[in-house]
């Protein structure tokens, strides 16, 4: 098991940027693969960002490519979503995950965080 806490949502005018990080307990946080999904009032979880253990392979929903950044320090037991260029509709609660088998989109057998609030008005 994995325990997550995410921090670094807040409120910011469309085009701005956030930073969210999301830190990992134990000394084997580099084995798992983690994501950031998010899901706005009254919808469904979504898919946002993956990224492997080493992070050496990313990917991105449509929505976010070009915007959005994927990253990790395993030796901080932290990933992170560098948000810039954002839209009214990126407003949701943000949530970091992790995943012991591979790079992942699905909401599917995964450890959760709490999550955290990103609001973007306009």
């Known amino acids: 098991q994995v325990q997550l806490v995410e921090s670094g949502g807040g409120l910011v005018q469309a085009g701005g940027s956030l930073r969210l990080s999301c830190t990992g307990s134990g000394r084997t946080f580099s084995n798992w693969h983690m994501g950031w999904f998010r899901q706005a009032p009254g919808k469904e979880r979504e898919f946002v960002a993956t990224i492997s253990g080493s992070g050496g392979y990313t990917y991105y929903a449509d929505s976010v490519k070009g915007r959005f950044t994927i990253s990790r320090d395993n030796a901080k037991n932290t990933v992170y979503l560098q948000m810039n260029s954002l839209k009214p509709e990126d407003t949701a609660v943000y949530y970091c995950?992790?995943?012991?088998?591979?790079?992942?989109?699905?909401?599917?057998?995964?450890?959760w965080g709490q999550g955290t609030q990103v609001t973007v008005s306009s």
């Open positions: 995950a992790a995943n012991p088998l591979g790079p992942f989109t699905s909401t599917n057998n995964n450890y």
